[in-house]
């Protein structure tokens, strides 16, 4: 776990010896939680830990990170469900392990453990049948990772036949109203990597049925489809 301050000093001198022998973090992990409330309509994430990181640990460091962060939380009366993260392999890893996607991993007999009913035609989903908590991936990340891999000019799609790219789309906007797809041309710009708004509006209801009347736009369509 991150040490909280352990890097405060007044001498200049300490300071300077850190800089010169310490390995320095070049990353920032941040954490963000997503209440769940009842009796709310919409609650916000927000952040509420960050620390500097040099990228170097392992996946059973996240599954101790994790199992620290719900220890701590559950002192202070708060339930943690389920960790969300993005496409990292040692995340991945770790929410296979969690989840005993071919692997055996348990909690012991904490006395938190959710029970999951699966169905039991359901042989296929691999999930064990008690979780201390639950994993998924940050389909906010999943949604902008497949809009850059569209906007990419270094990756060719394919769907059968289909050519799959962003043409459609710039024939979308420079041949119908914005009216009817609220699409503009920076919504294609593939050096803004992180807009998750624009993933979302270039995989809208009315852009796939724009998209129909489209030659050559089957690929794309379906390839949108799993955004939407």
């Known amino acids: 776990m991150p040490i909280l301050n352990s890097y405060s000093t007044d001498s200049f ?13 070049t ?13 709310l309509s919409n609650t916000s994430p927000y952040i509420f830990g960050a620390y500097g990181t040099d990228n170097r640990f392992e996946s059973s460091d996240v599954l101790s990170r994790w199992y620290q962060i719900y220890q701590r939380f559950k002192a202070k009366g708060i339930r943690i469900l ?7 392999s040692r995340d991945f890893h770790s929410m296979r392990t969690s989840l005993g996607f071919f692997a055996n991993f348990a909690y012991g007999d ?5 029970k999951i009913d699966l169905p039991n035609t359901w042989s296929w989903f691999l999930m064990q049948h008690q979780q ?25 799609l394919l769907l059968g036949e289909q050519l799959i790219n962003m043409k459609p789309l710039l024939y979308l906007i420079n041949n119908y109203s914005k009216l009817d797809h609220l699409l503009v041309a920076s919504d ?18 009315n ?22």
């Open 13 to 25: 001198t300490r300071l300077e010896e850190w800089y010169t022998n310490v390995p320095r973090a």
């Open 27 to 39: 990353l920032l992990n941040a954490y963000l939680i997503q209440p769940l409330s009842s009796s």
């Open 82 to 88: 389920g960790f969300s993260t993005d496409c990292d």
């Open 110 to 114: 904490h006395s938190d453990l959710l």
């Open 132 to 156: 201390l908590y639950i994993c998924f991936q940050d389909a906010i990340h999943i949604c902008t990772k497949l809009r850059n891999r569209l906007l990419s000019q270094s990756t060719h």
């Open 188 to 205: 294609l710009n593939p050096k803004d990597r992180q807009n998750f708004y624009s993933a979302a509006k270039i995989s809208n209801d």
């Open 207 to 228: 852009v796939l049925i724009l998209l129909e009347q489209i030659p050559n736009s089957l690929g794309l369509n379906i390839y949108l489809q799993v955004h939407n």
